[in-house]
């Protein structure tokens, strides 16, 4: 009974990776976005073409993007700050560049160092280079759902955030709970109004788990037709705000539960799941991915062994509800 | 704009300390529970009537029950596997007694050592002798969303056991999804089906977290009109097909939903906060809450020093989305 096409665009490589202090090894780093193009994936996220000084994790943009083996269908993009960014990652051919600012000036000037008109000022110029090709561009909101600093963003100034990207000639914006203050409801609204108001455009969703709402925010998105969710493999990724929390919504979770509630995603949860159980060795450390613990829902045991009488040999398991 | 009263259960002081392979201490359980006590809860599940050799962490079921305070309004609950054990829960003046078994026959045979039918049997036994008092009884359902040695329960397989219990003058029943196996759609249909046909019975939710899906099962369950959700501070609890996975529903990340989204909960989200700050000192380890580490979505941040320019002095954080 699938009923409905849902898509699904990884970002550990890129939101997740960022975030490590470890560095993952290039070789590493293009085998495991190779392993990922084999999952049905509808876009990679594959790196980001920022200054090395700034976020060294990712200095090796050029070579993975060079590297990685494409798979017919796969959308592979990578993050742009500036027009240096847009050159560089113009020149490995990506299908997409991905742009990003925040909805709250707060973040903005922290995040990344000016003010929202700066950020749009230097994206527009972006978007002027990049449209001289046929690469696509999608814009990236932080904070959307909320500020970690201002609190509550207004519906209407997120809107319009949307508007002048679209007017621009984004092809798509994504819709970034950044921190994870994002709600159900909220989500439900912001959604509805967007869908509504940008019918064209292609929308993504950016969930963070960092309190434990992803997948209820992911359930809230869907009926106002949003149908393309960010996730990064093992729940990699963080927020600066929240030391210790869990990062972007878990792919192998988010696919888990979609195709479990009749969607088709398209992606090969076993595939995940192997890709996922590697991750550890990569960065050092392990991955708030439950799913990876617990396995799929399916997944399902044998008895223990019985003594004659038909009852339990062993200890019984604490009598749990 | 609170729309509709949800009532939250907490059994962290017994389905969470059972799973605890450290003793926590009577003086202990008894201030925790005193602390939860004015938290506002509808319910709290203190502790365990069971046998102190099955289960050594709530070995001292009568002290900790004799002793806490109670709070006019707060329904103090407890767990009773068979006569004796009710008979020691009567004694301590207990305001509800909570029966439980499996719908699925593996579990039940695995967790309790019996078949099905003798712990129908036996729970009928209990629940006459309870009757006998003014003492309510509640019988909560393992396995009701999935058997992790059986996979799926009919749903008609589930609705005939509330129907027993209902028969036999239980005043409530409790949907457990002991191993994390229930998904949304599974989780309507199922509330919704339930709900209709037992529109007088005490329905409760109980759900794990261990492939992260609590809070979205939460959301797919509240449209039928369920209104009493069982929890656990901190996240605490756990499987034991699930090794070192999520326990069951933090509570205060489902009242820090629920209160965003417009639901009345009645619970002090401060104080329970306050609460599971304490846990990982009793337990001997960090807890699944999320919510504890990165705070209320409104716990707003100060924005990093700023140099004369207007610009962040420090180095600025990762530029993530």
New interface residues.
């Given amino acids: 009974m699938k009923h409905k096409r849902v898509f699904i665009q990884e970002?550990a490589t890129r939101?997740g990776f960022?975030?490590e202090a470890q560095f993952v090894d290039t070789e590493e780093k293009i085998a495991l976005v190779d392993q990922l193009s084999k999952c049905g994936y509808a876009k990679i996220e594959v790196t980001?073409f920022?200054s090395p000084k700034?976020?060294p994790a990712l200095l090796d943009a050029e070579a993975v993007m060079h590297r990685i083996r494409r798979q017919p269908g796969v959308i592979y993009t990578v993050?742009v700050?500036n027009i240096r960014g847009a050159e560089r990652a113009l020149s490995c051919g990506v299908d997409e560049v991905?742009l990003?600012m925040s909805v709250s000036e707060?973040h903005n000037?922290?995040?990344?160092?000016?003010?929202r008109e700066q950020s749009f000022a230097q994206l527009r110029d972006v978007i002027g280079v990049v449209k001289q090709t046929n690469i696509a561009v999608n814009v990236?909101l932080?904070t959307a759902m909320?500020c970690?600093?201002?609190?509550d963003i207004a519906e209407e100034e997120v809107l319009s955030w949307i508007q002048r990207f679209s007017d621009l000639g984004a092809h798509g914006v994504?819709l970034?709970d950044?921190t994870?203050?994002a709600?159900?409801?909220?989500v439900g609204a912001l959604c509805e109004a967007a869908r509504e108001r940008f019918p064209a455009l292609e929308l993504t969703l950016?969930f963070h788990?960092?309190?434990?709402?992803a997948?209820?925010n992911?359930?809230?998105a869907l009926p106002s037709g949003i149908d393309r969710f960010?996730a990064s493999l093992g729940g990699l990724?963080g927020?600066?705000?929240?030391?210790?929390?869990?990062g972007n919504v878990?792919t192998e979770?988010l696919v888990?539960?979609l195709e479990?509630?009749?969607y088709d995603t398209g992606v090969d949860l076993a595939g995940l799941l192997s890709a996922s159980a590697l991750l550890p060795q990569l960065i050092g450390h392990d991955v708030p991915s439950?799913?990876l613990?617990?396995?799929?829902?399916?997944d399902?045991?044998?008895?223990?062994a019985?003594s004659d009488d038909?009852?339990?040999a062993q200890r019984?398991?604490?009598?749990?509800?």
């Fill in positions: 970002v939101d960022q975030n980001s920022t700034a976020i993050l700050p991905n990003v707060s000037r922290t995040n990344l160092r000016m003010s990236s932080s909320g970690p600093m201002e609190g994504t970034c950044t994870g203050m709600f159900p409801s909220q950016h788990n960092t309190r434990g709402m997948l209820a992911t359930l809230a960010d990724g927020c600066p705000y929240a030391p210790g929390a869990t878990c979770e888990h539960m479990l509630d009749g439950q799913l613990k617990a396995g799929r829902r399916m399902l045991h044998a008895m223990p019985m038909g009852l339990l019984t398991f604490a009598a749990g509800a």
